[in-house]
């Protein structure tokens, strides 16, 4: 159970109300123990009272609790009439129920709230761990088993902190009370009681093993399900497509038919679980009338009716606790097999951070590629290859090349989703590794390739990328990506809720919103990555005249598989496998003949023929 000894500093934060839930477990059981004392002196007064045949008073109530005994005394002094002890313990009896059911309230209000607001800090440190990794664990990654992470194995941590402690004291409690008070009352009669429980041990110890190991299988099988219906929920649209959902079903039906074996495996340990428990305390019970019965028949070990009375009491009053060993035993396997995948998760460092001493200055632009190579770790593809090239501050640059050239990667790694392998990249003559990253990232406006849009409205997604959202800027910033029109088009303008990745939108409108997002930043250096590979011709130009006074100034990169005639670049970059094989003012490469004027002969002629 090392697993769970990481949660020892939510334990210690929480200690007051651990403390408090520990003793409210004690008070509660403490006056539920004493209703047997008090039943038992009621047998031996009504035996006293209507003077049974073989009755032989006790000396005394030595093996009483101090408290019951005060009652006895304070009790005689109303009398002996049979009808008057018998309602004065009565209510007294109902009196201690309902300290029990006080105590056992504030007992829930204490340990399950601790537990609830221990799963809140867990939930929390989960999730700013997520945002710290970098973005190579996000591709070595399944979507559903890191969504597993923070939804079922917490909630798994979660019954171990809350109910398996609370199940757990009120066992300690109840069985120390119990045991205390018939050892005081008849030793013997006491250790023929507990004959069965090393027997109870063995099988604890034994069905442990299997819940534990099961539990993970359990952990795994759920992790592939998550993750192949947020698949086909985020995918539904190509599945629809292509005719498959009836292949997905299958598929489907398949997991969770693994899924199903697992659960049901392990439904039929515990099944077994609880009727041995019931069968062993039935022993038990067993045991104590029938031994009780002869020692009292024979008037041996002084054992009277109101001794054996109270021993099948306490029994009862064991029979929750212990058989709950079996339900507690199957939270702590379940937590311990979750918290360890946290604490394997918790444990993953980052590979890009910030480093000792790194600056937060703002950014000119000046941006250096000194022999810079990437290779991606998880695919071993060499993205970029011995790169160098250097652009001043305020220039624009186009990077054009083939499909899997490296220009998104030289991209990422100007962001620094990864650091390069070998090689050096400066902005403004300094590395980029002894930048900030937040500093770094929030001066640089970004456009994805692959374009994401959050869940919200088009002006909160317009909006992601600064503290505070002026409502007349964001307007400003459409108008500058071309979508203004189209937005107040939309139901309810740009408070109009765009859907899950923007489904509500078409391809072009999505590009054009992210756009207008990396805009409303007006940050020092853009960075566009064929951010208008989805919109017509026309509006690409209407984008382009925008651009080029918004860019007057500024550094920008551009990445595309198209010549915009209406922006002037500085300079053209042309990859081919990771290595730049021309670079040059436009019309410099146009007369060089080379990859960038094949490109430009070809859309020119392109748009003759449209």
Known sequence: ?????????FFWKYKLRLAAGFGFVVLSNYFNVLSPQITGFVIDHVQRALSLQGYQPPAAYAA??????????????WGSDVGVVVALCGAVILLLALLRGIFLFMMRQTLIVMSRYIEYEQKNQIFSHYQLLDTAFFREQRTGDLMNRITEDVSRVRMFTGPAVMYISNLVSVISLSLFFMFRRNVELTLYVLM???MLAIAIYYINNVIHRRSERIQET????????QEAYSGIRVVKAFAQEQALSGFFRKITA????????????????????????GLST???????GLYYIEGEQAISLSTIVEFVMYINMLTFPVS?????ASMIQRAAASQQRINEFLSIRPAVTDSPGATDQPLRGKITFNQVNFTYADTGIRALQDLSFSIEAGQKVAIVGRTGSGKSTLVQLLLRQFDVSSGQILIDEILLQQFKLRSLRSQIGYVPQDVFLFSDTVSANIGFGVASVDSQKVVQSARLACIDEEINELSAGYDTMVGERGVMLSGGQKQRISLARALLRDPAVLLLDDCMSAVDARTEQQISLGLKEYLSGKTAIIVTHRIFSLLEFDKVLVLDEGRLVEAGSPNDLLQAGGYYAEMYKRQQQEQASA
Do not use: C, N
């Not at 759920?222 to 219906?229: E, F, I, P, R, V």
């Not at 074996?261 to 039929?268: D, F, M, Q, S, Y």
């Not at 067993?286 to 009780?292: A, D, E, R, S, W």
């Open 1 to 9: 159970m090392r697993e769970l000894s990481s949660l020892a500093s």
């Open 64 to 77: 009483y609790d101090t408290l019951v005994k005060l009652f006895i005394d304070w009790i005689r002094q």
């Open 196 to 198: 069965p429980l090393p």
């Open 222 to 229: 759920l992790s592939d399900l998550t993750t192949h219906a």
């Open 258 to 281: 693994q899924y199903k074996k697992e659960v049901l495996g392990l439904v039929k340990v515990e099944s077994l679980y609880f009727p041995s428990i019931s069968l062993l305390i």
């Open 286 to 292: 067993l045991l104590t009338i029938m031994i009780g």
């Open 324 to 328: 709950a060993i079996g339900l507690t």
